[in-house]
């Protein structure tokens, strides 16, 4: 197969996970015998520095030409007091827009020898395997008016929480259809006792489920979801969410996975121009400037991230079971970052990459 991949770095460690998870996209790609063909561009801090501004037209271009990005994460330290507009992480917002990726897929899933690695108690953790599905490019983070307004006193900071049926209804189908092929059972989480889109959003989910009569669907508030997660992570399959409520409660799959770098994730939904599905791959965790340039980040959020593309934009189920079985392999076998290994000597980011590489 043909696989036009392109690849974000981005900031801090962005850049030391994605040339990891590009050392093992080359070695499956050799392995199973596909082409590659890779380019690279610039988002969020470094693209300022390089082109004045977080999300460059080239960028935009040549993610409408790929067939899937795989990106690291953005964010640089220098641009914490700037106005959000010009600030690196506007270039994320930008990317996934531009194609359209309207749901973000974050598996969330417990290794068995990873479970002394989260801080709760193992019998809570060992099982868990679900996927958060976060509506993506609507809701606060996009609505308008936004801004900060007025002087002294009277000045005034608004976002608007706003989505349409449609924007609803396309989110839940996807969420409904990984239900039917996993447990069956969809949680819808919003906050209807008080805002008006969540009660549009529960209204819609409750319209589309019909469709999906194999799948059992439950609806729950979102303060409740976030105490469930941590009492009772088993019991989720699938959950859906809007775009603020799953950026906030999917890193509580963290505490479950043992460490934030453990988290793929998968943006998928949108269609190019030509028709052709896009897809977008990228771990849940920022830009970690306090460990960047060390060499160890955790690259298999990453890692993972690669294999969430061969299965989502690719069909590609093989290639991407040999990732998660190496990853499983690497685990096992201890050869983990110091955010995994509190006690004895770390691997780095580079030794990860190599010895996932090597265990497939
Ligand atoms: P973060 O995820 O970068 O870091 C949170 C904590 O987790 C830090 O202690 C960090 O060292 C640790 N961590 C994160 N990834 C790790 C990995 N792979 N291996 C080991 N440890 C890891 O979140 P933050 O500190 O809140 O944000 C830092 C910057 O990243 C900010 O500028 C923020 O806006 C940006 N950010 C970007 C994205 C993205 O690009 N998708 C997501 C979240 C935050």
């Known amino acids: 197969m043909n696989l036009n991949i392109l690849t974000v770095p981005g900031d801090g460690i962005g850049v030391e996970v994605t040339t990891e998870a590009v050392r093992v996209l080359e070695h499956v790609c ?3 015998n596909h082409n590659l063909r890779l380019s690279e561009a610039l988002l969020g801090g470094v693209a300022i520095h390089k082109t004045g501004g977080p999300y460059p037209e080239e960028t935009s271009k040549m993610a409408l030409e790929a067939d899937a990005t795989l990106m690291g994460a953005v964010g640089l330290p220098e641009f914490d007091n700037w106005p959000p507009e010009k600030r690196p992480e506007r270039g994320l917002l930008g990317i996934r827009k531009t194609l359209g990726v309207y749901a973000n897929l974050r598996p969330v899933k417990s290794y068995p020898s990873l479970l002394d690695s989260s801080p709760l108690k193992n019998h809570l953790v060992d099982g868990v395997d679900m996927i958060i599905v976060r509506e993506l490019t609507g809701g606060i983070y996009y609505g308008t008016p936004r801004g900060i307004t007025g002087e002294g006193g009277e000045e005034r900071g608004t976002n608007t929480m706003t989505y349409t049926r449609d924007e609803i209804a396309r989110v839940t189908r996807m969420a409904f259809n990984l239900a039917r092929n996993r447990r069956k059972k969809l949680t819808s989480v919003d906050k209807s006792n008080v805002l008006e889109t969540s009660q549009l959003w529960r209204r819609v989910v409750c319209e589309v489920a019909p469709e999906f009569p194999d799948v059992e669907l439950e609806h729950i508030l979102v303060d409740n979801c976030a105490m469930q997660l941590i009492l009772r992570p088993k019991q989720f399959d699938v959950v859906v969410m809007e775009n603020m ?7 509580e799959g963290a505490v479950i996975a043992g460490s934030i770098g453990m988290l793929p994730s998968a943006s ?10 896009v897809g977008l791959y990228e771990p849940v965790h920022g830009s970690a400037p306090d460990i960047a340039g060390q060499n160890k980040a955790n690259p298999l959020g990453a890692i993972g991230s690669v294999a969430a593309m061969f299965e989502y934009s690719f069909g590609l189920m093989d290639e991407a079971k040999a990732v998660y079985k190496a990853m499983e392999t690497v685990l096992n076998s201890g050869n983990t970052t110091a955010d995994l290994k509190p006690k004895g000597t770390p691997a780095t980011t580079v030794q990860v990459g190599e010895a996932v590489c090597a265990a497939i």
Do not use: V
Not at 245 to 251: A, P
């Open 30 to 32: 050799k392995k199973f």
């Open 245 to 251: 409520f799953g950026d906030i409660l999917s890193d």
């Open 268 to 277: 998928i939904g949108g269609k190019k121009p030509s028709g052709a599905w």
